[in-house]
């Protein structure tokens, strides 16, 4: 049976996971979805509104910003990207997914609950929705999952970011990120552990342990190293089908540096993938050269001076954010503008510094 195609889309948050699955996702569209809502809390409804501009209308015919699940559901997403954290697959994935939606779920860390997993897998089963887990900020899911069938006999994950990524956490008690001057390891354990230690770092161990190996037996060390710029993701694996081991190097969300960009264009691949997939996607019974996305790609917007400007305005803004760790005076200084101007044009494009999370 083939899977209806995706032309109405929900999703749960406005920070940078959906601004990055938004934008890549418009690039790919031939036409417009039919409707695209986003959940946020009220006060964050201003930074949705400014995103959805953004996007333009080459998005979606119609497009909503809600505060109520309930609302959001009204809407009839044929999908729901989950991008706002744990919470939100705690508090809002059994009842998208009882009410027929499929649901793409990023901060797979959340499962490392059983609890969370139970009710998740039942709602699934009783609603007809599907539960899909993408990659995330992570490579090499394909050849660990296969490895799986032969038999895993250890996989160790190592995720090492640069101090201040692991403000906020646990990890400030052990360690001073702020003179840290050698690479230092302040977890190891589990990846469930770590997953419900550090909900917002520990993802991609969750998404190989569910890959491969358990939750309780995927090994992971985490460290604040200085002397990486970088959110950097290594995983070995002994099967036996054979061992081996990836290195990932990602760059960081500019607006929440716990976030690797890699997260992002991983939500957009699948829900592209929604619209443009052939063989589930196809429109009719026979598989056209459009449905495998074989026709030269021709641009179907044509974007003004204005638009070309400010996508490199906010690429300025978004690389020294980067460059200075959100210290705006430096960041205003290397620009060659006011702070105040700094903050109207980071407003403008919804460069907030963390991520939108979703109403209590």
Same mark, same amino acid.
Do not use: F
């Given at each position: 049976m083939m899977a209806k195609k995706m032309t109405r889309l929900g999703l749960i948050g406005a920070g940078g996971i959906a601004?990055?699955?938004?934008?890549?996702?418009?690039?790919?569209?031939?036409a417009p979805l039919d409707h695209v809502a986003i959940l946020v809390p009220a006060d964050a409804a201003p930074q949705a509104r400014v995103l959805l501009e953004r996007c333009g209308p080459a998005l979606a015919a119609a497009t909503a910003v809600h505060?109520?699940?309930?609302? /959001?559901? *009204?809407?009839?997403?044929?999908? %729901?990207?989950?991008?706002?954290?744990?919470?939100?697959?705690?508090?809002?994935?059994?009842?998208? /997914?009882? *009410?027929?939606?499929?649901?793409? %779920?990023i901060s797979i860390g959340s499962l490392a609950d059983d609890a969370i997993r139970g009710r998740l897998e039942a709602a699934a089963k009783s609603g007809g929705g599907r539960l899909v887990l993408p990659a995330g900020a992570v490579g090499g899911i394909d050849a660990l999952a296969s490895a799986r069938l032969s038999g895993l006999e250890e996989v160790i994950y190592t995720g090492r970011k640069p101090p201040k990524a692991w403000k906020g956490t646990p990890a400030e008690k052990l360690l001073d990120l702020d003179t840290l001057k050698d690479a230092a390891v302040f977890f190891e354990g589990s990846a469930r552990d770590a997953a419900q230690t550090y909900p917002f770092n520990a993802n991609v161990a969750a998404t190989l342990a569910i890959a491969g190996i358990g939750l309780d037996a995927t090994k992971v060390r985490l460290v604040a190293d200085p002397g990486v710029t970088r959110n950097v993701h290594e995983f070995a694996v002994r099967s036996g089908c054979g061992d081996f081991s990836v290195r990932l190097e990602g760059r960081p969300s500019a607006s929440n540096p716990k976030t690797?960009?890699?997260?992002?264009?991983?939500?957009?691949?699948?829900?592209?993938?929604?619209?443009?997939?052939?063989i589930v996607m196809a429109d009719s019974r026979v598989i056209s050269a459009k449905d495998l996305d074989l026709l030269p790609w021709v641009p179907t917007q044509v974007r003004t001076l204005e638009e070309i400007r400010a996508e490199a305005e906010r690429t300025a803004i978004e690389q020294a954010l980067l460059r200075h760790c959100h210290r705006l005076t430096e960041v205003a200084a290397e620009l060659g503008i006011s702070r105040i101007t700094l903050y109207r044009l980071m407003c403008r494009y919804g460069l907030r510094g963390d991520e939108s999370g979703v109403p209590a």
């Open positions: 601004e990055l699955a938004l934008t890549s996702l418009v690039k790919a569209l031939d505060s109520d699940l309930k609302a /959001l559901l *009204a809407d009839r997403p044929d999908v %729901v990207a989950e991008c706002a954290g744990h919470v939100a697959v705690r508090d809002y994935g059994a009842t998208v /997914l009882e *009410a027929g939606c499929d649901l793409i %779920v690797s960009q890699l997260a992002g264009y991983s939500m957009a691949r699948e829900l592209i993938n929604r619209v443009r997939r052939a």
